[in-house]
């Protein structure tokens, strides 16, 4: 082979090897990309290749990891919510009973059916109104047992 020849072969396989390695850079980021299935992974591909042959590809995997990343996100976050909801459920199902206890006591209306209400519900909604019924059922019989009769 004459020395030209060499010349000519050397700058054409350099030629050739930098025309190929960006492509199989590429191609080595996309398969990564692709064997790690997460939205980071075809994030970096997307920064480091803006302009790389999965572009589309890679911008619409990341946004199917972003959505199903969030999803189990949600589902992580899902106890915490049936807490609540739970606690919620308690805080609802108190206030019945403290309201079907007191319309109990004002059916009974008696002294009795009061104290019971107050006995069982001390910080109940109608603490107030039970009082108010204890002392005005109170007055009237001391005043009918202070009455002749």
């Given amino acids: 082979m004459t020395g030209s020849r060499k010349v000519l072969l050397t700058i054409l396989a350099l030629a050739l090897t930098a025309y190929v390695l960006p492509m199989t850079r590429d191609e080595l980021s ?88 107050l006995s069982q519900f001390p910080a109940g909604l109608h603490v107030g109104a039970a009082r108010q019924k204890i002392q005005s059922l109170g007055q009237s019989a001391t005043q009918n047992t202070a009455s002749p009769q």
């Fill in 30 to 117: 996309w398969w990564w990309a692709q064997s790690h299935n997460h939205s980071n992974d075809y994030f970096h591909y997307l920064s480091e290749w803006p302009k790389g042959r999965h572009v589309a590809e890679a911008r619409l995997s990341c946004l199917e990891r972003q959505r199903a990343e969030a999803t189990r996100a949600g589902i992580r976050q899902a106890p915490m919510t049936n807490f609540q909801a739970e606690t919620a459920y308690r805080r609802e199902l108190a206030l019945r009973r403290d309201n079907f206890s007191w319309r109990r006591a004002t059916n009974l209306d008696t002294l009795a059916s009061y104290n019971g209400y």
